[in-house]
């Protein structure tokens, strides 16, 4: 036990030390033994944590995953479902303007395209984000505000591709624009498709 937990205590200081350097030179001016300096330890340590240096950027999405949880759980109880939609949606803008931040998710990016299903990111069924509007589109069908025919995954997949999409574009223009309306506009604009007749 003992063991584990000076593992997880390693693993978590080469994280911030590397996450640091990261947010003051940008994600290609640091080096793996600028990481391993700055933490003090050796070279070979930071290997048995991490394969590479953009695997860094993949433990930081880890360990946010349970940013939206506490989004959810800090929400006002009479919020409608279409409200708490937008909510984690506003919440994923914030954590990628704040958090991620331009240069990181530009290495999010290439990390994808080069290494494909290996990291499936945000599109993973495990991923906080994609469980969450899950939850919420299943709740909306539940009381009578989505399509009932609607597969959920599908759709949830589809929400995710677009949001991505909007990031992408956001990240392709050095944020030139506010990602958060875009990716509302986006919602408002996809949810009126999967209504259900009825409402």
Known sequence: M???????????????CAMKLFRERGFDRVSVDEIVREAGMAKGTFY????????????????????????????????SIDEQMEEIVKGACRFTEEVIGLDLIRVLYVKQLTEGQEHPGLLNEDRALFRILSELLTAGQGAGIYDPALDVPDTTRLILHGIRASFFEWCSSRGQFDLTQECLYFLHTFCRGIYHTAK
């Open 48 to 79: 048995i944590y991490f394969n590479t240096k953009s695997d860094i950027i993949l433990e930081m999405l880890r360990q946010y995953d349970t940013y939206y949880d506490q989004i959810m759980a800090g929400l006002p109880d009479d919020l």
């Open 2 to 16: 003992e063991k584990e937990t000076k593992g997880v205590r390693t693993k978590r200081q080469l994280y911030q």
